[in-house]
């Protein structure tokens, strides 16, 4: 009984000397991203990016003297399911904010719950328009990524200094696929008259089999091909129609956006990459803007144990940047007060500043474009050369 209460008494000691960040209470945010299905090519990535940036705020002492809990759950590319474990992370986990969500059906779905509940919800993945058009915004709901306009504006920007005349469409049915078809469409026609659409495919999500949409497609006869394609069904769809000779028939002539350019796809791929084809992503571990890049890419390729890391890990990274920015400001973890200190919030990112714009809680985001290049030292495609486009003017 004596050594009981002498370890007891040790135990209780021990805790008191020990530092006050120890024993406060986490901030827990919670973060639903898909983990599972062709999603999580990407999923995954922004989560760990979501995860180091946590690591790197807790060994520096966490924030407003408390450490960061990240609490992820997979919502399997479900807008249900995302839902669902949005109100269990709020109802039963007890979260303080909710960042995450991958598919442009996930994230207005969560927006929802975020309203509901009055929790602040950032997106460092979903595009469509939809998620902060002025009849869905609310007090709660922030954007990290580019959104649909920006995406798609950027790529007829691209595909305008091309001699093409005839050009065809392939992108998921939903509301990503819709919106950025349609501000791809009406940009090209205004910056290059003449123009014209001979076709419009609309697989569903998550389709396996794109064969009968490449041959209607290849059936136009078009010079040029817009795809909205993403993750692993982008990589089905390039397979699939590399054998058909869709890349031939048009000349390389295809732009394809959704970070079809982006690491993750191109390893993935590797020699069966339609090589010379367009693709855009929202970093690159070989494109160094600026020291502070270079360092975020070193740091990454340690965290992750990879000499060609993710360029998904920036969203995840960048969504967690604002928040604790916010929280920083507001000196505060209640959500009205944090919903507020991110409106017209400026942040250092490793990709250079960003501002969340206060009209409709968009970040000024832009992607890098480039023809995909196989590099023989890596084995894969990269963009060559690299190329930021600056989403300002794109963005009204």
């Known amino acids: ?18 530092p006050s960040f120890a024993r406060a209470e986490p901030i827990k945010v919670g973060f639903p991203i898909i983990l599972s299905g062709g999603g999580a090519l990407f999923g995954e990535p922004a989560m760990k990016g979501a995860q180091m940036y946590v690591d790197e705020v807790n060994a520096a002492g966490g924030v407003l003297g408390r450490p960061i809990e990240l609490v992820v759950r997979d919502t399997k590319g479900n807008a249900d399911e995302a839902v669902r474990v949005a109100r269990e992370l709020i109802l039963k986990d007890n979260v303080d904010f909710l960042v995450g969500t991958v598919t442009s059906a996930e994230g207005p779905a969560v927006s929802v719950v975020a309203k509901e509940n009055k929790i602040v919800f950032i997106a460092p993945i979903p595009k469509t328009d939809q998620l902060t058009a002025p009849d869905k915004l609310h007090p709660y709901v922030f954007r990290v990524a580019a959104n649909t306009t920006v995406e798609g504006r950027s790529a007829a920007e691209v595909v305008a ?7 065809a469409t392939i992108s998921p049915d939903y509301a990503y696929g819709q919106d950025v ?7 090209i026609k205004k910056i290059k008259p003449g123009v014209e659409i001979v076709d419009q495919e609309w697989p569903k999500l998550g389709e396996s089999d794109y064969t009968p949409f490449i041959n209607a497609m290849m059936g136009k006869k078009p010079d040029a091909v817009f795809s909205s394609l993403w993750g692993g069904f982008f990589v089905t769809f390039a397979k699939q129609a590399k054998p058909l000779g869709l890349f031939e028939a048009v000349k390389l002539n295809v732009i394809a956006v959704g970070e079809a ?8 791929m590797g020699s069966d990459y339609p090589f010379g084809i367009w693709g855009n992503a ?3 571990f070989y494109w160094h803007p600026s020291p502070a890049h270079r360092d975020y890419a070193e740091r990454l390729s340690k965290y992750l144990k990879d000499p060609h890391p993710s360029s998904w890990a920036i969203q995840g990274y960048t969504g967690m ?15 009205e007060k944090v919903a507020k200190a991110l409106l017209g919030l400026t ?10 714009r206060e009209k409709d809680h968009q970040a000024d985001r832009g992607q890098l474009y ?19 486009i600056d989403p300002s003017r794109f963005m009204d």
């Open 1 to 18: 009984m004596l050594r009981r209460a002498f370890l007891v008494t040790l135990t209780a000691a021990v805790a008191l000397l020990l």
């Open 161 to 167: 200094k091309w001699n093409v005349r005839q050009i």
């Open 181 to 187: 078809t349609r501000a791809f469409v009406s940009w």
């Open 261 to 268: 350019g982006s690491p993750e796809t191109a390893k993935t």
């Open 282 to 284: 929202y970093d690159a």
């Open 321 to 335: 940047q604002f928040l604790v920015e916010a929280i920083k400001k507001a000196g505060s973890t209640d959500s």
């Open 347 to 356: 942040i250092d990112t490793p990709i250079g500043r960003q501002t969340l």
């Open 370 to 388: 480039g023809k995909m290049t196989l590099d023989p030292a890596i084995g894969f495609a990269v963009m060559k050369p690299p190329t930021y």
